[in-house]
């Protein structure tokens, strides 16, 4: 320890040693009498002042050290916290993981454009909307319920996607009321969506399902994937996984679940 640091530590000490209460004195007075302990050159009451230094400055660093673990601890959850919703947002944490590892600027200003959108809202015009939605707009009982929320509560009920080429991939409701309502910037979330490409015989028709949000970048080639069909629940085979375009005529219908091939 430097010499500097260790005065320091010592003079702290001294002026914390007048701030010593009753009770502290008396547990020092009984602890010396206990190991038997009393001044040899000096009166006693500077003996007992000494004990009292060493136990106030102890008591003082024992809670310095208690908030600092306290800190620690809140700043890791904190940590975790942040970490969760990031987790939870695949698509600024794919954008994230470019920027470290390519680290150009092209990336790094459209990793923080998106955070920004999400913090500070964005412009309904910059929204781009896939043909597919625009060709197959809500029905009128979905949007009725969609309007009477937003009527008793001032909000958007579903929530605004948008991949990270500024795509709507959901909250197409949400898009429509807030266009109809005169809503200059809304509240987004960006995100992925994935669809699977598979055939219900080796060679046979392609047909395309939507992954669930917990299987995006779970899914390969060759993996069977139970799929709802019109004629009901079937097992279909994968034969590629692509990022959704809004290539589609209708909606998609959802995977299931996957049983993964043996690897």
Same mark, same amino acid.
Request: aromatic share 8%; glycine share 8%.
């Given at each position: 320890?430097?010499?500097? /640091?260790?005065? &320091? !530590? ?24 206990? %190991? ?11 003996? =007992? ?14 809670? !310095?050290? /208690? ?10 959850? /904190? ?11 695949? /698509? ?7 920027v470290i ?19 500070y809202g ?41 991949? &990270?080429q500024g795509?709507?991939?959901?909250? %197409? ?8 309502? $005169? ?6 979330? =960006?995100?992925?969506?994935?669809? *699977? !490409? ?9 047909? &395309? ?21 019109? !004629? $009901? *629940? ?20 959802? *995977? ?8």
């Amino acid at each position: 320890m430097q010499r500097i /640091e260790l005065h &320091s !530590r010592i003079m702290e000490a001294v002026k914390l040693g007048d701030w010593t209460g009753l009770d502290d004195m008396e547990f020092c007075i009984e602890i010396a009498k206990v %190991y038997g302990c009393k001044p040899l050159e000096t009166d006693v009451w500077n003996f =007992y002042k000494f004990l009292f230094v060493l136990y106030g400055y102890g008591k003082v660093q024992g809670k !310095r050290e /208690e908030r600092a673990r306290r800190k620690k601890n809140n700043t890791s959850s /904190e940590v975790a916290k942040i970490a969760e919703q990031l987790n939870q947002n695949s /698509e600024i944490c794919h954008l994230m993981k470019m920027v470290i590892e390519d680290k150009t600027k092209k990336t790094y200003n459209s990793a923080l454009g998106m955070l920004n959108r999400e913090i500070y809202g964005t412009d309904l015009k910059e929204i781009k909307i896939y043909p597919c939605f625009a060709e197959n707009p809500p029905k009128p009982q979905k949007m009725k319920q969609k309007e009477q929320y937003f009527e008793e509560t001032g909000a958007l009920q579903s929530q605004i996607i948008l991949d &990270s080429q500024g795509y709507l991939i959901d909250g %197409y409701t949400s898009y429509l009321l807030a266009r109809a309502h $005169g809503i200059q910037r809304v509240s987004v979330r =960006y995100g992925r969506r994935q669809i *699977v !490409r598979a055939s219900h015989t080796p060679g046979g028709k392609m047909y &395309s399902w939507e992954l669930p949000g917990l299987l995006i970048d779970r899914v390969s080639a060759g993996d069977r994937a139970v799929v709802r069909t019109e !004629r $009901g *629940v079937k097992v279909v085979t994968v034969a590629a996984v692509e990022e959704y375009a809004g290539n589609e005529t209708k909606p998609l219908k959802r *995977v299931i679940k996957v049983k993964r091939k043996r690897r």
